[in-house]
């Protein structure tokens, strides 16, 4: 199981990122994705999930109308549109599924909002 991030990278406040997570070396089309991200200093959290049908997604209250969590089951992939970004999103932002009772991480990418 392979979970690669890319997309992040520095915005300013009210700009736009999209998240992207390629996945391999499992039945994609089969498991929840889910984004973390973990601020300097703080405890990793749960950003937005998504079904393996794609027709449940979930998020953080903090995110929620901001956010957009979406995946193409044809190229392995899972997104996370991130709209309004402030300050306070400044995180590393990783890509995670969960097979049977373990758990698989990417390496995370760096989303840093500044003006």
């Known amino acids: 199981v392979q979970l690669v991030e890319s997309g992040g990278g520095l915005v300013q406040p009210g700009g736009s990122l999209r998240l992207s997570c390629l996945a391999s070396g499992f039945s994609f089309s089969r498991y929840y994705m889910s984004w973390y991200r973990q601020a300097p200093g703080k405890e990793r959290e749960l950003v937005a999930s998504?079904?393996?049908?794609?027709?449940?997604?979930t998020y953080a209250n903090s995110v929620k109308g901001r956010f957009t969590i979406s995946r193409d089951d044809a190229k392995n992939m899972v997104y996370l549109q991130m709209n309004s970004l402030k300050p306070e999103d400044t995180a590393v932002y990783y890509c995670?599924?969960?097979?049977?009772?373990?758990?698989?991480w990417g390496q995370g990418t760096l989303v840093t909002v500044s003006s």
């Open positions: 998504i079904s393996s049908t794609g027709g449940t997604t």
């Open positions: 995670k599924t969960r097979i049977l009772s373990t758990e698989y």
